[in-house]
Antibody, heavy 119, light 111 residues
Framework: EVQLVESGGGLVRPGGSLRLSCAAS????????MNWVRRAPGKGLEWVSS????????YYADSVKGRFTISRDNAKNSLYLQINSLRVEDTAVYYC????????????WGQGTLVTVSS | NFMLTQPHSVSESPGKTVTISCTRS????????VQWYQQRPGSAPTTVIY?????PSGVPDRFSGSIDISSNTASVTISGLQTEDEAAYYC??????????FGGGTKLTVL
């Protein structure tokens, strides 16, 4: 069974940093592209970042470019998101999601981890 | 870059049929596949339609997807509405910079 479990969220002050993790199991992690998607309170889904299976290509939404860094460790079946210079508008549930083998869509999602940015 | 615009909310009665639209602001709706995700309160999103009109295994055939090139719109239609279908629905596509684009979401209420 495919499982994605996020961790690392919490309450942080504006300007602070957090490192989110996503532990993957039930599939060959190194074969799949992975993504982070967030949902702010009262708002819709927003794609944050993508990383290809071997980390050769990385993409970011304009809203987080320069502040967020996606990475992965295929030996540990883990995906990460380093988030720096946090802003109040970064408050959201952050989901780890697997890109389907065919591409185009996200076929498995974790339950999410909440990041709250507040003074 | 383009945007995907969805109605904020729709409502319908159990047993009826509802269609949720997703209009692409620029470029052809047919240029990249459109997907639809369902997100119930407190749960992670799940895919109900991918590749414009394909259903993942386990998704009932009450869900169908389509695109209309003339209106540059994708749609998901849910027939035989059930109370469990009450959720937010998001369309998603892909731009030329390898960025994923989500619509703003539509809250479906099954009255």
């Amino acid at each position: 069974e495919v499982q994605l479990v996020e961790s690392g969220g919490g309450l942080v002050r504006p300007g602070g940093s957090l490192r989110l993790s996503c532990a993957a199991s039930g599939f060959t992690f190194s074969n799949y592209n992975m993504n982070w998607v967030r949902r702010a309170p009262g708002k819709g889904l927003e794609w944050v970042s993508s990383i290809t299976s071997s980390s050769t290509s990385i993409y970011y939404a304009d809203s987080v470019k320069g502040r967020f860094t996606i990475s992965r460790d295929n030996a540990k079946n883990s995906l990460y998101l380093q988030i720096n210079s946090l802003r109040v508008e970064d408050t959201a549930v952050y989901y780890c999601a697997r890109e389907a083998a065919s591409g185009w869509y996200l076929d498995y999602w974790g339950q999410g981890t909440l990041v709250t940015v507040s003074s | 870059n383009f945007m995907l615009t969805q109605p904020h909310s729709v409502s319908e009665s159990p047993g009826k049929t509802v269609t949720i639209s997703c209009t692409r602001s620029s470029g052809s709706i047919a240029s990249q596949y459109v997907q639809w995700y369902q997100q119930r309160p407190g749960s992670a999103p799940t895919t109900v339609i991918y590749g414009d009109n394909q259903r993942p295994s386990g998704v009932p055939d009450r869900f169908s997807g389509s695109i209309d090139i003339s209106s540059n719109t994708a749609s998901v239609t849910i027939s035989g509405l059930q109370t469990e279908d009450e959720a937010a629905y998001y369309c998603q596509s892909y731009d030329s910079s390898n960025h994923w684009v989500f619509g703003g979401g539509t809250k479906l209420t099954v009255l």
